[in-house]
């Protein structure tokens, strides 16, 4: 079966630029509304304008939202739903890199990542009289194996891929579907960061090796999109890297029962 995105409404967080950006272009080329968000308002409103000029203003908005405060997670969601009458998927895109700021860190890539799943929930549920729906969450191929350059980053991907997971397992009863997908390095702001977190872990040869193979935005967009389309694989992780096919990820169970 495919989910048709054609009418729906979905929301991208962190959606000024980079990766969010273009998800958001893929879903108003395939007939969604879309809510352009992020805590940079300015360069919010610009994309916004962009798309508006391109799709026509009554199928995006930008709705400012800074996914480490709960009150603007609740504002973005019900001015959404004031302004499209539902939303049917939610990307969870924003994040950062920045072990400095680690605590920082973990707010906006794990703790307002699940408070927005939360929400996503709390709107779509049918348990909650919600029409069901589709989650996409970014993990990191970060969040699947170590790395000792960016190592609270790398534990913050794996909080995401974990979560997502379990997500799954309580599918059936929220007609609420949860994936995550989880890219290899891709050539956008963010990726500069990781660079220079890990200059002083990683050898220069290593880095450049990782750097010659990055991604584009556009590659994560088509992954993102095939994840809301493929309602076959619930609660998994869907790996994207230049070394092999793009493939659902997965793990053996630990249980022997
Ligand atoms: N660039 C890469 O190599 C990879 C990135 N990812 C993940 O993809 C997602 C997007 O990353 P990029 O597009 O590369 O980064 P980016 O830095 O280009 O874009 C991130 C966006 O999130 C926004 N943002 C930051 N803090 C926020 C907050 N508190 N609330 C709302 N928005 C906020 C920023 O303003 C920015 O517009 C992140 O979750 C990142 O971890 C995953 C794998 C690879
Ligand atoms: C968000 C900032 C931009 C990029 C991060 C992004 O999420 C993607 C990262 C992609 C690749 C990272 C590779 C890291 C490699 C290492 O740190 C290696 O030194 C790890 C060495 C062994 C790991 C063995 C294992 O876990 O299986």
């Known amino acids: 079966m495919t989910y048709d995105i054609k009418g729906k409404t979905a929301i ?14 893929d879903l108003l080329k395939k007939g969604a509304n879309v809510v352009v968000s992020d805590t940079a308002e300015d360069v919010g409103n610009e994309t916004t304008a962009e798309f508006q000029k391109e799709f026509g203003e ?16 609740q504002n973005l969601y019900s001015k959404a739903i004031a302004t499209f009458g539902y939303v049917d998927i939610v990307v969870n895109n924003a994040g950062i890199l920045n072990e400095e700021n680690w605590k920082l860190m973990m707010e906006i890539n794990v703790t307002g990542l699940i ?30 194996m170590a790395g000792e350059g960016s190592k609270v980053y790398h534990a913050s991907k794996h909080a995401v891929y974990g979560y997502t997971r379990s997500q799954y397992l309580t599918q059936g009863t929220d007609n609420v579907r949860f994936n995550c997908v989880c890219p290899f390095l891709v050539d956008t702001a963010l990726a500069q960061d990781w660079d220079n977190s890990n200059r002083t872990f990683l050898t220069s040869d290593l880095i450049e ?26 609660g998994k992780a869907y790996l994207v890297t230049p070394f092999q096919k793009w493939d659902y990820y997965e793990q053996p169970s630990v249980l022997p029962f």
């Open 58 to 73: 009554s199928r995006v908005v930008f709705i400012r939202c800074n996914v480490t405060k709960e009150e603007d997670l």
């Open 209 to 234: 090796k990782l750097k010659a193979h990055m991604l584009k935005t556009e590659d994560i967009a088509e992954a993102v999109i095939f994840l809301i389309e493929d309602e076959s694989n619930a």
């Open 115 to 144: 408070r927005s799943c939360q929400l996503a929930l709390d709107n779509m549920s049918t348990k909650n009289k919600g029409k069901g729906g589709v989650v996409v969450n970014l993990a990191s191929v970060a969040g699947l």
């Open 12 to 25: 991208v967080t962190g959606s000024a630029r980079g990766i969010g950006k273009c998800i958001c272009s």
